[in-house]
Nanobody, 120 residues
Framework: QVQLVESGGGLVQAGGSLRLSCTASGSIFSINDMGWHRQAPGKQRELVAGITWGGIANYPDSAKGRFTISRDNAKNVVYLQINSLKPEDTAVYYC??????????????WGQGTQVTVSS
């Protein structure tokens, strides 16, 4: 069994910063791609950032500039740094990971989400 647990969310004023963390644990052989998504009330879940095992990051155009994703492979952790927070960043932030369970199989896992609320 594999679990992803996010932390670091909370209430922050506009213009502030947050660093979200997501730790993977369990029966992990290795982790390929990891990423962060978010879902605001009444909206679809959207990709915020992704990162490969080798550390190559990718962002949708809407997230370029204020979001930085990084990871620590030794600790099975992925981070999301968010700067210059805006009220429209308010959402539940989820991490996901493509976990290799053994040499022959991989599976996608999601965390339970962490709430980020930005006040104006």
């Amino acid at each position: 069994q594999v679990q992803l647990v996010e932390s670091g969310g909370g209430l922050v004023q506009a213009g502030g910063s947050l660093r979200l963390s997501c730790t993977a644990s369990g029966s992990i052989f290795s982790i390929n791609d990891m990423g962060w998504h978010r879902q605001a009330p009444g909206k679809q879940r959207e990709l915020v950032a992704g990162i490969t095992w080798g550390g190559i990051a990718n962002y949708p155009d809407s997230a370029k500039g204020r979001f930085t994703i990084s990871r620590d492979n030794a600790k099975n952790v992925v981070y999301l740094q968010i700067n210059s927070l805006k009220p429209e960043d308010t959402a539940v932030y989820y991490c996901n990971a493509r976990v290799r369970l053994n040499l022959f199989s991989s599976r996608d896992y999601w965390g339970q989400g962490t709430q980020v609320t930005v006040s104006s």
